[in-house]
């Protein structure tokens, strides 16, 4: 008897054929081999913040569509995505850090920088500002926060996509923009500077395993998942899913060359 093989899926195969460069450029950048100090490195986390508060943002964007978050609940018609998200939402904003105690990824990246000396008011400025009511068209448009230009950049692309309220393409950016775009060769860097530094950098690698651990066993097979959801078998999704993914990824790369850049040659 012939062993059953695993089905082709075409749909996420050419996607990632579409992808497949900035991934690459991404994945293979210079700005890694540039961490070769506790410096580095929290140039790095100062900039990396932002992607990380833009990765919430999406999560959050696609909860608010696919479950029901009102007073009156009613049941939303996608029921496979409406569990996919809710269990990645559990993952990401109530996971627990380094004392066992509950945390969102978010704050566990804050804690990591404030571990290694690394410079949180212009994020928590960012997010404060939020807090106190203004939009985020208001914030990123006028930079009422003050936040870097390169990361105001950044977050004005994930801005964008959202805002057009097409799901399949803000669930394409948060399925394709993902954490397992920073590299093993980053992580063993981080390890090296960590047997040297392991007072400043304990929270990061805890952050970097349980992220990239949850993205690559769980939530990323789960997100792929939920992209079938949402397009179907309709062609003309799975272009503009493509394309909000390139858009995505042509961001994070810019970031990436502007911190490399920051970082010297």
């Known amino acids: 008897m012939e062993t059953p093989t695993k089905k082709t899926d075409f749909r996420i195969l050419s996607l990632n054929r579409r992808i497949e460069a900035q991934r690459k450029a991404i994945l293979h950048h210079a700005l890694y081999p540039k961490m070769i100090s506790l410096k580095e490195v929290r140039v790095f986390m100062e900039h990396h913040i932002y992607a990380v508060w833009d990765f919430m943002s999406l999560l959050k964007t696609l909860q608010r569509s696919l479950t ?11 029921r496979a995505s409406r569990k996919l998200i809710n269990e990645i939402v559990m993952a990401e904003e109530s996971d627990v850090d380094l004392n066992g105690d509950p945390a969102s990824h978010y704050e566990l ?14 994020i ?3 997010v404060q500002t939020l807090q106190r009511g203004y939009k985020p068209k208001e914030v990123l448009r006028f930079n009422i926060a ?16 959202i805002q057009r309220g097409k799901l399949h393409e803000i669930a ?7 954490e397992d775009l920073i590299p093993d060769m980053f992580t063993a860097l981080i390890k090296k500077l960590y047997t040297e530094h392991p007072e400043e950098l304990s929270a990061f690698i805890y952050y970097l395993d349980r992220h990239i651990e949850l993205d690559g066993e769980e939530h990323g097979p789960m997100a792929i998942q939920m992209m079938h959801h949402l397009c179907k078998e309709d062609d ?15 961001a994070r790369l810019a970031l990436w060359d502007a911190i490399s850049k920051k970082l010297g040659e």
């Open 109 to 122: 990246y804050l804690d990591a920088m404030r571990q290694a000396g690394a410079e949180t008011r212009p």
């Open 172 to 178: 394409a950016a948060f399925t394709f923009g993902r």
């Open 68 to 78: 029901s978050v009102d007073t009156a609940w009613v049941p939303t018609e996608d």
């Open 124 to 126: 928590i400025r960012f």
């Open 146 to 161: 003050e936040a870097d230009e390169d990361c105001l950049a950044f977050l004005n692309v994930t801005h964008a996509i």
């Open 236 to 250: 003309q999704k799975w272009v503009e899913a493509e394309e909000a993914c390139v858009e995505a990824l042509e």
